[in-house]
């Protein structure tokens, strides 16, 4: 069975510093990764994928994420936040050997950046 | 493109009323889903399409949900009759196909449904 974890509800960083939020995945066989961002009343939007290759993936708006095999994680990066950023996160996974599945998302994470 | 289309973007209606969403993909895309979003369940996948063929209904929550995808380019999710607790944010998706599956899903801006 697939599935994909955010371990933390919310994350609150200051403007100018890192940020990271955190993701980590079940699957049987290898994974097709996501990153997706929803700003209030709006859509998810696309953000980041690993599909296969480099570990770290460059995405929109500066972000990052870097695949870990054996950590089963993909963590979503950024060096420096920004207001803006500050909207909710989902990771989503799809299992490669797993034909025609969906792509399972978690629950979502807040991100909150202060000035 | 013009995006995922969804209408109507706001939806006020009576329970038991029957309430009907729509979605156009974006064009030539294999996929198609419909999501439910709110504070207390998150996102929840209803249902999912592969070229018009229903593929997994298993997240509708009961008979009174009906999706449909007449042709590749317009899809339909029912309520009927309507009842306060699928007051939600409805959306849409659609995606290309990779390795036998759907890939990165675009979303529409949603349809926010309340129901009195």
């Known amino acids: 069975a697939q599935s994909v974890a955010q371990p933390e509800d919310q994350v609150n960083v200051a403007e100018g510093n890192p940020l990271t939020v955190k993701c980590t995945y079940s699957?049987?066989?290898?994974?097709?990764l996501f990153w997706y961002v929803q700003y209030p009343n709006r859509g998810l939007q696309f953000l980041l994928k690993?599909?296969?290759?480099?570990?770290l993936v460059k995405g929109s708006y500066g972000f990052e994420a870097e695949f870990n095999k054996s950590q089963t994680s993909f963590h979503l990066k950024k060096p420096s936040a920004l207001v803006s950023d500050s909207a909710l996160y989902f990771c989503?996974?799809?299992?490669?050997?797993?034909?025609?599945?969906?792509?399972?998302f978690g629950k979502g994470t807040t991100l909150s950046v202060s000035s | 493109d013009a995006g995922v289309i969804q209408s109507p973007r706001h939806e006020v209606t009576e329970m038991g009323q029957e309430v009907t969403l729509r979605c156009k993909p974006i064009?030539?895309?294999?996929?198609l889903f419909w999501y439910r979003q709110t504070m207390m369940r998150g996102l929840e996948l209803l249902i999912y399409?592969?070229?018009?063929?229903?593929?997994?209904d298993s997240g509708m929550p009961e008979d009174r949900f009906s999706a449909k995808m007449p042709n590749a380019s317009f899809s339909t999710l029912k309520i009927q009759p309507s009842e306060p607790r699928d007051s939600a944010v409805y959306f849409c998706?659609?995606?290309?196909?990779?390795?036998?599956?759907?890939?990165?899903?675009?979303f529409g801006p949603g349809t926010r449904l309340t129901v009195t």
């Open positions: 998706a659609s995606s290309l196909a990779l390795a036998g599956g759907p890939h990165e899903q675009y």
């Open positions: 699957v049987s066989g290898n994974p097709y």
């Open positions: 690993y599909i296969t290759g480099d570990n």
């Open positions: 989503a996974v799809r299992d490669k050997n797993q034909a025609g599945t969906a792509l399972i």
């Open positions: 064009s030539g895309h294999d996929y």
């Open positions: 399409f592969n070229n018009n063929v229903p593929i997994d």
